[in-house]
Antibody, heavy 125, light 107 residues
Framework: QVQLVQSGAEVKMPGASVKVSCKSS????????IHWVRQAPGQGLEWMGW????????NSAQKFQGRVTLTTDTSITTAYMELSRLTHDDTAVYYC??????????????????WGQGTLVSVSS | DIQMTQSPSSLSASVGDRVTITCRAS??????LNWYQQKPGKAPKVLIY???SLQNGVPSRFSGSGSGTDFTLTISSLQPEDFATYYC?????????FGQGTKVEIK
């Protein structure tokens, strides 16, 4: 079955960087974009960006531009999200998710399915 | 960025109730609107895509409607396993955005 398995929890100091991995299985990795979404404690979902694995093309939310780096290693079907210059406000669960596309009915729609299990990143001095 | 606004932010309901959650986009997004359910400590899962299409395996008591800027998620008869937080999300623009969430609690 299609599965995304993320790396384990991280604790980082303010100003440091963190790199979270997302290992995909059960489908052709290169054919589907991967998105990253985060959720601060007790808060809602915040979309961060996407990467197209077969080209490396990326797009990220304006608030993360210059601070987030999305990459993939297609040889091991793994996506990575690196966030730099961490502050306490970056404490959150970070999720990866596969972008599914359907073009029936005359329009192409995209949604996220499945999601990884989440990776807790704690920023603490 | 396109802003997504859900209402209400939370609601209390009883098993068997009909529940309606609304989502409004700051500009027209056609039907590029998805709904997710999230339970505590778990990753979200998609319920509805393209505004009104039911994801495989999702119970038929869930339905979605709307287009343009106004959308609705309806649960026809609330079940115990439906107590969760629901999010809308637009995929119209190159940068996606989520609504702030609606928490459905037990009355």
């Amino acid at each position: 079955q299609v599965q995304l398995v993320q790396s384990g929890a991280e604790v980082k100091m303010p100003g440091a960087s963190v790199k979270v991995s997302c290992k995909s299985s059960g489908y052709t990795f290169s054919n589907y974009y991967i998105h990253w979404v985060r959720q601060a404690p007790g808060q809602g979902l915040e979309w961060m960006g996407w990467i197209k694995p077969n080209s490396g093309a990326t797009n990220s939310a304006q608030k993360f531009q210059g601070r987030v780096t999305l990459t993939t290693d297609t040889s091991i079907t793994t996506a990575y999200m690196e966030l730099s210059r961490l502050t306490h406000d970056d404490t959150a669960v970070y999720y990866c998710a596969r972008d599914v596309k359907d073009c029936s009915g005359g329009i192409c729609s995209n949604w996220l399915d499945p999601w990884g299990q989440g990776t807790l990143v704690s920023v603490s001095s | 960025d396109i802003q997504m606004t859900q209402s209400p932010s939370s609601l209390s309901a009883s098993v068997g109730d009909r529940v309606t959650i609304t989502c409004r986009a700051s500009q027209s997004i056609s039907s590029y609107l998805n709904w997710y359910q999230q339970k505590p400590g778990k990753a979200p899962k998609v319920l509805i895509y393209a505004a009104s299409s039911l994801q495989n395996g999702v119970p038929s008591r869930f339905s979605g409607s709307g287009s343009g800027t106004d959308f609705t998620l309806t649960i026809s008869s609330l079940q115990p396993e439906d107590f969760a937080t629901y999010y809308c999300q637009q995929s119209y623009s190159i940068s996606w955005t989520f609504g702030q969430g609606t928490k459905v609690e037990i009355k």
